[in-house]
C-alpha cells in the first residue's frame, strides 16, 4: 500500500507567477482534501476533491483552483502568486467525500516560497 | 464561528513524566474531534479521534483524550513520555456534513528532554 506523495517537495516562485503541486492519493482513497500550512499556524482547509469534483471549499479565493484525475491524484494551482502564499501545502487523502471515517492521510508537503 | 484554541505554544516535559495538552474548541453542534502529530520530515498523523459514545478516547502511541462538553475541551493526555514523542500536535474539529474539512488549532510544539 502506497501512501500520500506529493511533488515538487520544495520550489520557490516570484509574485504574480504560478505554481501547479501535485498530489498522488493513497491507494483505494478517492478524495484529496488540499491544506496550507503557513509557518507557526494550523492546516488551513482550501478545497476537497471528490469523484472528480469539487466537494467543499474553504476561504480562499479563486486564483486558488484545483483537479482531480481518473486515478484519483490532484493538482493544486496558484495564480497570480503573493507573498503570502508562501506556505506548506498538504494533500491528503481519504475514502468517501468527508462523510466516513474522518481520517486523512496526510502527505509530507510542498513547501512553496514566494519571493 | 466554529475555531479551536490551543492555549500552549510551547510544551517541554521530562522523558517519563505525564502530560497533557489542552485544546478548547467552539462548534455549534456535536463536534468531530481530533488530534493530529506532526514530525519533522513527516505528514501530519492522527493520533485519536471523537465522533460519539464513551467520552474517553483511546488513540495510538499511547495516547487518551477526553471529551467534555460542558468544558468545551479535548485535551490530549499521555502517562509516560518518551524522546520519540516530541513533534508538533494539532487539535482539529471537524464538520459534521464533510469530515474531512477540518479546523485546526495553531498546535502546541512538545520538546522532551532526557
Known amino acids: 500500500e502506497t501512501g500520500v506523495t506529493q511533488s515538487p517537495t520544495h520550489l520557490i516562485k516570484t509574485r504574480g507567477q504560478q505554481v501547479t503541486l501535485r498530489c498522488s492519493s493513497q491507494?483505494?482513497?478517492?478524495?484529496v482534501s488540499w491544506y496550507q500550512q503557513a509557518l507557526g499556524q494550523g492546516p488551513q482547509f482550501i478545497f476537497q476533491y471528490y469523484r472528480e469534483e469539487e466537494n467543499g471549499r474553504g476561504n480562499f479565493p479563486p486564483r486558488f483552483s484545483g483537479l482531480q484525475f481518473p486515478n484519483y491524484s490532484s493538482e493544486l494551482n496558484v495564480n497570480a502568486l503573493e507573498l503570502d502564499d508562501s506556505a506548506l501545502y498538504l494533500c491528503a487523502s481519504s475514502w468517501g467525500g468527508g462523510a466516513n471515517t474522518g481520517e486523512l492521510f496526510f502527505g509530507e508537503g510542498s513547501r512553496l516560497t514566494v519571493l | 464561528a466554529q475555531s479551536v484554541t490551543q492555549p500552549d505554544i510551547h510544551i517541554t516535559v521530562s522523558e517519563g513524566a505525564s502530560l497533557e495538552l489542552r485544546c478548547n474548541y467552539s462548534?455549534?453542534?456535536?463536534?468531530?474531534l481530533f488530534w493530529y502529530v506532526q514530525s519533522p520530515g513527516q505528514g501530519l498523523q492522527l493520533l485519536l479521534k471523537y465522533f460519539s459514545g464513551d467520552t474517553l478516547v483511546q488513540g495510538i502511541k499511547g495516547f487518551e483524550a477526553e471529551f467534555k462538553r460542558s468544558q468545551s475541551s479535548f485535551n490530549l493526555r499521555k502517562p509516560s513520555v518518551h524522546w520519540s514523542d516530541a513533534a508538533e500536535y494539532f487539535c482539529a474539529v471537524g464538520a459534521t456534513y464533510n469530515t474531512d474539512k477540518l479546523i485546526f488549532g495553531t498546535g502546541t510544539r512538545l520538546q522532551v528532554f532526557p
Open positions: 491507494s483505494g482513497h478517492n478524495t
Open positions: 462548534y455549534g453542534a456535536t463536534p468531530y
